[in-house]
């Protein structure tokens, strides 16, 4: 079975100190796709990132950085020098071949305080 | 281009009551997904739509919940009679088609949610 965990329920930081957001998932399937999405106080969910289960190269995108590790099954979010406008709750997400259906974790709710 | 949007963005109803949610999917997106999230838990998928059809409902909690997608363009969620459980907020996501059979649809846009609260 398909499942997300995401440890951490809330993260409390100080403006520009660096944050990691925890993700571990579990599949069967050897294919598979990782995700993360930010939901803003505004409610949408945006995109941040997607993985393929092939590819475990670290992506760096400004502030933003992801580790994909095959070996402990996680997907890792850093944020770098955090701003208040990263407060949000951050979903990890899993989506494989066979299920089209995106199995989510149940979030981390970051605050950064200046 | 228009994304993913969601009517209404709040509904407050008494329990027993009905109420239906509607989502207009990306233009051409054939792939519709409806989630929710309850009681701050994780989001929970509900059920796919690929056009019209229902390609997986396996995550609708019970018959009191009835999706629809005439015409393979928007979709509308009904729930009848609404109970307080069903307090949250509902996405909606559309994605188009890879057709490529072995691999996962493409990326999921999420519209911005429908917040329910059953009183």
């Known amino acids: 079975a398909q499942k997300v965990t995401q440890a951490q329920t809330e993260i409390s930081v100080v403006e520009k100190e660096d944050v990691t957001l925890d993700c571990v998932y579990e599949?069967?399937?050897?294919?598979?796709?990782l995700f993360w999405y930010k939901q803003p106080p505004s409610g949408e969910l945006v995109f941040l990132i997607r993985?393929?289960?092939?590819?475990?190269q670290n992506e760096i995108s400004g502030r933003y950085s992801w580790n994909f590790q095959k070996s402990t099954s996680s997907f890792n979010f850093t944020i770098t020098a955090s701003q208040v406008v990263d407060s949000a709750v951050y979903f990890c997400?899993?989506?494989?071949?066979?299920?089209?259906?995106?199995?989510f974790g149940a979030g981390t709710r970051l605050t950064v305080k200046p | 281009e228009a994304g993913v949007t969601q009517f209404p963005s709040h509904s407050v109803i008494e329990k027993g009551q009905t109420v239906t949610l509607r989502c207009d999917p990306i233009?051409?997106?054939?792939?519709l997904y409806w989630y929710r999230r309850v009681m701050g838990k994780e989001i929970k998928f509900l059920l796919h739509f690929v056009k019209e059809s229902k390609q997986d409902e396996s995550g609708m909690p019970n018959n009191r919940f009835l999706a629809e997608r005439t015409g393979g363009t928007y979709s509308t969620l009904k729930v009848q009679p609404a109970e307080l459980e069903d307090s949250g907020v509902y996405f909606c996501a559309s994605s188009q088609d890879t057709g490529i059979r072995e691999l996962p649809k493409n990326e999921q846009f999420f519209g911005p949610g429908t917040r329910l609260t059953v009183l």
């Open positions: 233009s051409g997106h054939d792939n």
């Open positions: 993985r393929n289960s092939f590819d475990e």
């Open positions: 599949t069967r399937d050897t294919t598979y796709y």
């Open positions: 997400a899993l989506s494989e071949t066979v299920y089209n259906d995106m199995r």
